[in-house]
């Protein structure tokens, strides 16, 4: 068994600001941290798992954790509970996923599990009947919709993302940031604070960037990698969604079928990013894209402007996420999809 991480005297308790002044409160308690930190202490193994078809927040933040584990000595076992389990292409690009193993070879009943950026069980796929049997569930969340279904939550809906909390994770395990963990920390900053451009974007996130960024990242690289490829098919299908969207007053919406994807061999995963070019519509202070994924299931991508609560809109229809970004699963045609959909953001 391996000594307990608090006995490492050089380990900050808190990742270092920029401009030297203490760092911002955290409405996580220490004694949340200190308990988080006595679990990953007293065991060998822990499982890590972030939501299905992961993005840089998720992915990025579970890596970047799972290398400080490996470095005290850990045996780690890190997924996502995809059917058909593969890391999506735009993020192939990070460290660390030898760590990875398919959902068929995760632990069933984990000592210790701790999962990334998923405010529920059903968020987790085929890990969540794992979670579920976990003994000790360490949810490390920034949605404002995650209730807390762990044993412990190290939640926090005033971060810009999940890989804020991880950075804080990193330092009190006594990690250094070296270019592998910081490139994993940095995809899922900018992934959620959309280069920073959003509201979440703080000083503090800026100061974090600078801190990652001094490690040697090759932040083009990085940038190019998550935006600026697309396979070919891609421009065909995004042809086809935008030649068939709709404008409903406030609201713009569109979707983009299995066949759609079929006709150009286009994974799913690749149409992350339609979203955030139907919501630049002027008109339209809410934007929808419903995807239907593999399974024929349509997941949804909701964006506001402000002024409508979406993440209040997703969560009532079995979703969540937050004010200006949000989703959920809809098991109905596209048409009754949107029929519930127009129902809710009526009440909003």
Same mark, same amino acid.
């Given at each position: 068994m391996t000594p307990d991480v608090?006995?490492?005297?050089?380990?900050?308790?808190?990742?270092?600001?920029?401009?030297? &002044?203490?760092?911002?409160?955290?409405?996580?308690?220490?004694? !949340?941290?200190?308990?988080a930190l006595r679990l990953i202490g007293q065991i060998d193994e822990v499982a890590l798992a972030c939501h299905v078809t992961p993005d840089g927040d998720a992915l990025g933040s579970m890596l970047a954790v799972a290398f400080v584990l490996r470095s005290m000595g850990k045996r780690v076992v890190a997924s996502f509970g995809d059917r058909h389990f593969a890391v999506p292409r735009l993020l192939r690009f990070l460290p660390g996923q030898e760590m990875l193993v398919p959902p068929e070879?995760?632990? !069933?009943?984990?000592?210790?599990?701790?999962?990334?950026?998923?405010? #529920?069980?059903?968020?987790?796929?085929?890990?969540? !009947?794992? !979670?579920?049997?976990?003994?000790? =569930?360490?949810?490390?969340?920034?949605?404002?919709?995650?209730? +807390?279904?762990? #044993? %412990?939550?190290?939640?926090?809906?005033?971060?810009?993302a999940t890989a804020v909390l991880a950075e804080?994770?990193?330092? &009190?395990?006594?990690?250094?940031?070296?270019?592998?963990?910081?490139?994993? %920390?940095?995809?899922g900053l900018v992934t959620d604070t959309g280069s920073f451009r959003y509201a979440s974007t703080t000083p503090a996130v800026h100061q974090m960037a600078a801190r990652l960024v001094a490690t040697g990242l090759h932040t083009d690289e990085i940038a190019r990698e998550l935006w600026d490829r697309s396979p070919f098919g891609?421009?065909?299908?995004?042809?086809?969604?935008?030649?068939?969207? #709709?404008?409903?007053?406030? =609201?713009?919406?569109?979707?983009?079928?299995?066949?759609?994807?079929?006709?150009?061999? %286009?994974?799913?995963?690749?149409?992350? +990013? *339609? *979203?955030? *070019?139907? &919501?630049? #519509?002027?008109?339209?202070?809410?934007a929808v894209v419903l995807k239907e994924d593999d399974q024929g299931d349509w997941q949804v991508s909701t964006r506001s402007k402000g002024t409508v609560d979406v993440g209040a809109v997703c969560t009532a229809l079995g979703g969540g996420g937050h004010h200006n970004a949000a989703g959920y699963t809809s098991h109905d045609s596209v048409e009754e999809t949107m029929a519930k959909f127009r129902r809710e953001l009526g009440k909003a």
């Open positions: 608090r006995d490492r005297a050089d380990r900050p308790r808190r990742p270092p600001r920029a401009d030297g &002044r203490p760092e911002e409160s955290c409405p996580i308690p220490e004694s !949340a941290w200190d308990r070879a995760y632990p !069933a009943a984990p000592e210790l599990m701790i999962v990334f950026d998923s405010s #529920t069980f059903e968020r987790l796929g085929l890990l969540g !009947a794992n !979670a579920a049997m976990a003994r000790e =569930l360490i949810v490390v969340d920034h949605h404002p919709s995650n209730e +807390g279904f762990g #044993t %412990l939550s190290l939640i926090d809906a005033t971060a810009a804080q994770l990193v330092y &009190r395990l006594g990690g250094r940031l070296d270019r592998d963990i910081a490139t994993c %920390l940095y995809a891609y421009l065909k299908v995004l042809a086809r969604v935008l030649d068939r969207v #709709t404008l409903e007053g406030g =609201l713009v919406w569109t979707y983009v079928s299995r066949v759609d994807r079929a006709a150009y061999g %286009l994974p799913y995963a690749e149409l992350e +990013g *339609i *979203i955030d *070019i139907v &919501r630049r #519509t002027d008109e339209a202070e809410v």
